[in-house]
């Protein structure tokens, strides 16, 4: 079992930053930031894994993935926020390596947190 806590949510205005936290309970080869808004489907950010590094295409260069193993930690970066940003944020991780065109596939991972609320008001 993996333990994720998510923190770092808040309310922020259109063009804004937040950084998000993820702290995780062991290393796992996978783990990915995802996204849900009201009525929408649960949709893949971006992740890391063994292949790499993947970013869902609509973000494109706002948002930035890392992670700080010696703090068992994940961030999401995220600047120029907007409105259509809103949404919970979780956290998912996988042990294994995920297949890169599948790392924003929420099917693939195994562990969730319990997600952080972000708001961006216009």
């Known amino acids: 079992q993996v333990d994720l806590v998510e923190s770092g949510g808040g309310s922020v205005q259109a063009g804004g930053s937040l950084r998000l936290s993820c702290v995780f309970s062991?290393?796992?080869?996978?783990i990915a930031w995802f996204r849900q808004a009201p009525g929408k489907e649960r949709e893949g950010v971006a992740a890391i894994s063994t292949a790499g590094t993947r970013y869902a295409y609509s973000l494109g260069d706002r948002f930035t993935i890392s992670r700080d193993n010696a703090k068992n930690t994940l961030y999401l970066q995220m600047d120029m926020l907007k409105p259509e940003d809103t949404a919970i944020y979780y956290c998912a991780a996988y042990h294994g390596g995920i297949y890169y065109y599948s790392m924003l596939d929420r099917n693939e991972y195994t562990y969730w947190g319990q997600g952080t609320q972000v708001t961006v008001s216009s």
């Open positions: 062991e290393y796992t080869d996978s």
